[in-house]
């Protein structure tokens, strides 16, 4: 069993729409909980992270922790067409661990005009 | 801005080739990763470094090598490639304690 699961998708919405992205884990010592986006042909980068358990909001975005049921959650409200990418969720023990990130596989969100 | 680069975006191998992948960083980051994606699997960590000369294995080291010589240059050598290194490959940088900054990945191909 991978260490993190998320639903590879693809994820098709028409503009506008909530998307919901998801991960599951299995190991109880993470705490920190990000969620990177990659556009085609690019690198990684960091969208939002958080601490724990609850919600942090940044502007369309809101990510979801729920610690006791080891699942993440990332909403995109008013879905754009140039939010389609690649969403990768990752997580660690600790904040920014320098090498002991573990990324889910990605889901892939097309948004459609 | 930080801007870390990858030497080639796409390559093509034999199999058995020496292959020498390059990533450079221009932030006077400590910290430097080398990683593959495939599809399915996500990335997985293959080595990173904390300081020049130094070298730490990750998930997944082998059949790769890794040199850093100076502090914005990590370079990632297959000493003899095969089929199954075909992948993604992306490199990225950090001071410690903060997020890791990626480039935009070399695509290599081994036949």
């Known amino acids: 069993q991978k260490e993190v699961e998320q639903d590879p998708g693809p994820l098709s919405v028409p503009e506008g729409a909530i998307v919901s992205l998801n991960c599951t884990y299995s190991?109880?010592?993470?705490?920190?909980f990000m969620w990177y986006r990659q556009y085609s042909r690019k690198g990684p980068e960091l969208l939002m992270y958080?601490?724990?358990?609850g919600n942090k909001e940044d502007g369309r975005f809101t990510a979801q922790v729920d610690k006791s049921s080891k699942y993440i959650s990332l909403f995109i409200r008013d879905s754009q067409p140039s939010d389609s990418a690649t969403y990768l969720c990752a997580m660690s023990p600790l904040l920014f661990n320098d090498y002991k990130l573990s990324f889910g596989a990605g889901t892939t969100v097309t948004v459609r005009a | 801005d930080v801007k870390v680069t990858q030497s080639s975006r796409y390559l093509v191998k034999r199999t058995g080739e020496k292959v020498f992948l390059e990533c450079v960083q221009d932030?006077?980051?400590?910290?430097m990763f080398w990683y593959r994606q495939d599809p399915g699997l996500g990335l997985r960590l293959i080595y990173f470094?904390?300081?020049?000369?130094?070298?730490e294995k990750g998930d997944i080291p082998e059949g790769y090598s890794v040199s850093r010589e100076k502090k914005e240059r990590f370079s990632l050598i297959l000493e003899s490639a095969s089929t199954s290194q075909t992948s993604m490959y992306l490199c990225a940088s950090s001071l410690s304690g903060n997020e890791q900054y990626f480039g935009p990945g070399t695509r290599l191909t081994v036949t």
């Open positions: 190991n109880s010592a993470f705490q920190y």
């Open positions: 958080t601490y724990s358990s």
């Open positions: 470094s904390y300081d020049v000369k130094m070298k």
């Open positions: 932030m006077d980051h400590e910290n």
